[in-house]
């Protein structure tokens, strides 16, 4: 397994008057988890690991992207907006986007795109077979 992990500037936009708090963010990739990045964020004594993929990642720095839980937006100033939204509360946090595109630059270095399927350690026909004999169907 191959992995990477780099740090992004950016902080967090408080919900109150707007106000703008440093966090530490750092971007993580790793070959045997080909299509997700890691965005793990830190204030103060609180870190939070959020998955989502690096497809989503790459969508989000040239358009407004994503549905439910992680939506991405790229700002005018050469930054990215990332809302987070979960059961337990919502942020909002800017990354220099700078950052954003150098970490997969370095994860597309890794493993090229569209070729993730290759780096999983799965045998997709032995698994669906594996199905069709236990009696379920495919979606």
Not at 47 to 64: E, I, K, Q
Request: with cysteine; hydrophobic share 40%; net charge negative.
């Amino acid at each position: 397994m191959n992995a990477i992990r780099r740090h992004a500037r950016g902080f967090v936009i408080t919900p109150v008057e707007h106000h703008r708090v440093d966090v530490e963010a750092y971007l993580a990739y790793r070959s045997d988890d080909p299509y997700a990045v890691q965005l793990e964020l830190s204030v103060a004594e609180h870190t939070v690991m959020w998955t989502f993929g690096r497809a989503l990642l790459t969508d989000g720095l040239g358009t407004a992207s994503g549905e439910g839980d992680v939506r991405l937006q790229p700002l005018a100033d050469d930054a990215l907006l990332v809302e987070l939204r979960s059961a337990e509360g919502h942020c909002k946090l800017q990354l220099e986007s700078r950052d954003v595109r150098q970490f997969l630059a370095m994860s597309y270095d890794l493993v090229a795109q569209h070729s993730e399927r290759e780096w999983l350690d799965v045998d997709f026909d032995a698994e669906l077979m594996a199905l069709q004999a236990d009696g379920r169907r495919c979606p």
